[in-house]
């Protein structure tokens, strides 16, 4: 797979900006003081499922609606973002949504699909396993089987690196987190699309480093487990055109410590008064522990999620984390 041609991003956008507003950029001065640059928040924690992924699932089901107008319902298996944006945008257009979740899934984010109409399933003990079952039972029940990664999920996220890169054409690097590659697909998408020399950097954890392997390695490496804090990044198996797209469009990709996750959920809520999850604060965790390296540019970081539970929210901020501020 290459990249998303831009026309195809911009089709995305229409549908899109139909539905929600473009989410701002905004400078925050202590947020920048921290970090010893010029620092760009795109808060996709502002958009009607506070992340990112609404965008991949709105284009996606407009796209599946005009190709089969008589779709029974769909299915997929997520952690939590992509459920909701699936959820949301079948319940837009009529349609039935199954959604598998591991057990022990984020409660808050179980409770935020079942509002969006879906009709949620609990199976196994990680994403991986879900999504397994998910596959068995739409292939058995005839429903429509979402991928995480897709064409039509990058350009509509895409629409978020657009967005951004018409606003800041001048973003020496932007910093975004990797779940199965959608983010960072869709920024490489709309960098090479706009034809900016903007350098994008994937962050990982290195309880799930699969797709840092894989850029290492040159081809797609899977892991036994991936058992983070950071559960929007918890990838075991990555898919082979996403790591097709990185490996060639991405400048690096930065491994993250548990407590580093915590420090940027952190330093956003201490320095901009908004709440990040996890994976969401990826991207400032990345540009913080490379901030020697960034000092003085002017950088864009994803805040790709807020939907933090009350206990993953309590136990950041509870966390010491000066070594890594």
Known sequence: MTTIPLRDIEAAAAIVHAHMRPTPEIHWPLLSARAGCEVIVKHENHTPIGAFKIRGGLNYMHRLAEAEPDCPGVITATRGNHGQSVARAASALGMRSVIYVPHGNNPEKNTAMKAFGAELKEFGNDFQESREEAGRV????????????????????????????????????????????????????????????????????????????????????????????????????????????????????????????????????????????????????????????????????????????????????????SRWT
């Open 138 to 321: 739409g292939t058995a029940e005839g429903l429509h089987m979402i991928p995480p990664f897709h064409p039509d999920l990058v350009a509509g996220v895409g629409t978020y690196a657009w967005e951004l890169m018409m606003a800041h054409p001048d973003l020496d690097t932007i910093y975004v987190p990797i779940g199965m590659g959608s983010g960072i697909c869709g920024l490489i998408s709309a960098r090479d699309g706009l034809g900016l020399a903007t350098k994008i950097v994937g962050v990982v954890a290195d309880k799930a480093p699969a797709y840092a392997l894989s850029f290492e390695a040159g081809k797609p490496v899977e892991t036994n487990d991936a058992n983070t804090f950071a559960d929007g990044v918890a990838c075991r198996a990555p898919d082979p055109s996403a790591v097709a797209i990185i490996n060639a469009g991405a400048d690096r990709i930065v491994r993250l410590a548990e407590d580093e996750f915590r420090a940027a959920m952190q330093a956003y809520f201490f320095d901009t008064h908004n709440i990040a999850e996890g994976a969401g604060a990826g991207g400032l965790a990345g540009l913080l522990q490379e901030k020697d390296k960034m000092a003085g540019k002017k950088v864009g970081v994803i805040l790709s999620g807020g939907n933090a539970d009350r206990a993953q929210f309590q136990q950041a901020l509870c966390t010491d984390c």
